[in-house]
């Protein structure tokens, strides 16, 4: 499926998978690189993505997950968490700016007024605030994903129905200054899954839409 539109129509909140297929690598390279180029505020990236494929940790995260969240979780082919950074301060703005000279060749001193300038945004916030700003990135990222799937006739299902908490002590965030912020699991629509027949509803455009 190549046409964005027409994928984003063909796409739903798949609510059972097919437990008897697998996104391929080829397939898994070319979502993971979709996440990789994701939009971020000023670049930065502040989260990490945890991809679970092996059926025990599928099974041990589904501990974390509401309702049929947890068959979801069970019976997809991956779960993508996407996990923001919790409490950036230099050493993130250091690390990004160290990658941008290195891969633009420029040298450090020169990328020394962008440094500051988000070292001084980022360090103008409270604690809460960056972990609020953090999370929101992960959201980005998350719609590459469910952008990109359907477009490889791959299906999505995003999600906040789960218990952060314990989706942070099943794989040690915590400790690595982490935070499950959201989750999409990934894989093939099952033939009893009664949603994919019903139609998208969206408001109408005259609804959505404010020209001026």
């Known amino acids: 499926m190549t046409n964005y539109i027409g994928s984003q129509k063909w796409r739903y909140a798949v609510k059972k998978y097919d437990t008897t297929k697998k996104v391929s690598a080829a397939d898994l390279a ?4 979709a996440v990789q180029l994701s939009v971020s505020s000023v670049g930065l990236q502040p989260y990490k993505v945890i991809i679970a494929e092996s059926q025990d940790v599928k099974e041990k995260l589904a501990e974390g997950a509401s309702g049929n969240n947890a068959n979801l979780f069970r019976d997809a082919s991956h779960i993508f968490i996407f ?9 993130h703005v250091d690390k990004y700016m160290a990658n941008v000279s290195e891969l633009r060749g420029v040298p450090a001193e020169a990328l ?21 700003w ?27 129905g789960f218990d952060a ?26 033939a009893e899954d009664a949603q994919q027949h019903a139609p998208k509803v969206r408001k109408p455009q005259n609804e959505l839409f404010i020209t001026l």
């Open 30 to 33: 070319v979502l993971k690189e």
């Open 165 to 190: 908490a314990k989706i942070n002590e099943i794989l040690g965030l915590n400790e690595k200054g982490l935070n499950a912020s959201l989750v999409a699991t990934i894989g093939y629509r099952h």
């Open 112 to 132: 020394s007024g962008f440094s500051d300038y988000i070292k001084g945004f980022v360090n103008g916030l409270t604690e809460e605030q960056k972990n609020t």
């Open 83 to 91: 996990a923001n950074e919790t409490n950036v301060g230099n050493e």
């Open 134 to 160: 953090t999370a929101k990135q992960t959201y980005i990222a998350l719609a590459n994903l469910i952008h990109t799937a359907p477009m490889l006739n791959i299906d999505a299902t995003p999600m906040e």
